[in-house]
């Protein structure tokens, strides 16, 4: 089988540095439309056998020729091209997988279903860290209660040694982070789904040394489709960002004043979109593949055989030193990475569209996160 991942950006990068490293794919491919990323994602990739292939997305006859060329594709671009690429994957009969970011997206995909199965195609939209590795994580407290009082997703992307005054860096695209902030948050309430503002109900979430007491924060897309797929089963579930304290009253002050505004303005004689400019005012300000740490905290409370249980899932991982792999790439690019083996290796069978936590096996995709050395503490508080 042969497989495409289009963008060759950091999580490009670290999905086809896995297939290279841990698949049996004759063929891995990294399309992009920018010849200086391939150049770039070659130079990174360069003790793996790679081809690489100039492809503009925003031209239909380019992406049906390459899907036409391949078993799967994963998209690790940004998440307004998920739909029309899942879109071409039906139509060429190429399974799909994306990291997602944006609930209106995926809830598209998903009426890609009834076609996706006819064509025997397997769609998984947001199977990277959060959703994706959390969502797996949320099946497996699922299938381990009769009864689920709440489930809380904590999920954070951090500087090792923070600089002031956002204690944060940029460790993917700066728009995914503004849509993280700037989208309602999806929270399932008493088998009701409803819609939160995002930076809100910040509270205190506290890790090993040398963390200690973080903050977490209401966000958008880290749930995607647990509150639908969830929703006769979990009586409460949402999703935080964790971030140093401070960070959200600083960073929401920006989007107050409208600096993530998609409505143009014309200053002088030229016309800009404010959310362009934040987005390249980031990518100049903070900093990029410097030492990083991803910190995963999913709390749950529930019964079994009439037995109170309180399941605590957590997840400290760090900077590949000797890859050069930042902890986001690790876990975002190699789930994404794993999922579509599976489907390679016929773990997964199922065709339509599904979220991970419908269609992806939690004991065989724990174990091949630990191979990796993502290692998930599960301890009973």
């Keep these: 089988m042969d497989i495409c991942v289009i963008g060759a950006g950091m999580m490009g990068r670290a999905i086809t540095f896995d297939l290279c490293k841990n698949s049996n794919f004759e063929n891995v491919i990294v399309a992009d439309r920018n010849q200086e990323h391939l150049e770039s994602a070659k130079h990174f990739l360069q003790k793996h056998d790679v081809d690489y292939a ?5 031209k239909t006859r380019e992406v049906t020729s390459l899907f036409q060329r391949c078993d799967i594709v994963i998209s690790a671009i940004p ?7 899942a879109k071409t994957a039906v139509a060429t009969k ?9 609930n209106d997206v995926v809830e598209k995909e998903r009426n890609l279903y009834v076609s996706a199965k006819e064509k025997k195609v397997t769609i998984i939209p947001d199977c990277g860290l959060a959703p994706g590795m959390t969502s797996v994580i949320v099946k ?17 992307g951090l500087p090792v040694n923070p600089y ?16 993280e902030y700037v989208e309602d948050a999806i ?21 090993p040394s040398p963390f200690g007491e973080m903050e977490a924060f209401l966000t958008s897309g880290g749930c995607s489709t647990l509150p639908f797929t969830y929703k006769d089963r979990i009586g409460f579930l949402d ?7 401070g960070h959200c009253e600083l960073f929401k002050t920006f989007l107050d004043m409208g600096f993530a505004d998609n409505q143009s303005v014309v200053v002088g004689e030229t016309e800009i979109v404010p959310r362009d400019l934040f987005a390249l005012i980031l990518l100049k300000s903070l900093p990029q593949n410097e030492q990083d740490v991803v910190l995963i905290k999913v709390l749950s409370q529930g019964r079994k055989n009439n037995t109170k249980l309180n399941v605590e899932y957590q997840v400290i991982d760090y900077f590949d030193d000797e890859n050069n792999i930042t902890s986001m790439m690790r876990t975002t690019g190699y789930p994404v ?4 083996q599976m489907i390679q290796q016929e773990v997964i069978t199922e065709h339509g569209v599904f979220g991970s936590e419908e269609i992806v096996p939690c004991t065989p995709y724990f174990k091949e996160l630990e191979k990796r050395n993502i290692r998930i503490k599960k301890t009973m508080v």
């Design 239 to 245: 999703y935080k960002t964790i971030r140093y304290p």
């Design 140 to 156: 497996d407290i699922v299938e381990q209660h009769d009864e689920i009082d709440f489930v809380k997703i904590r999920v954070g």
């Design 79 to 85: 998440y307004t091209h998920n739909y029309f690429l």
């Design 187 to 207: 929270v399932l309430e008493e088998k009701k789904i409803l819609k939160k503002k995002s930076m809100t109900e910040v509270e205190t979430v506290t890790f």
């Design 94 to 102: 190429t399974h799909f997988l994306d990291l997602g970011g944006n």
């Design 164 to 179: 002031p005054p956002l204690n944060y860096q940029i460790v993917f695209s700066p728009y995914g982070l503004i849509n």
């Design 54 to 58: 100039v492809v503009d997305v925003n």
């Design 337 to 340: 990475s794993i999922t579509a």
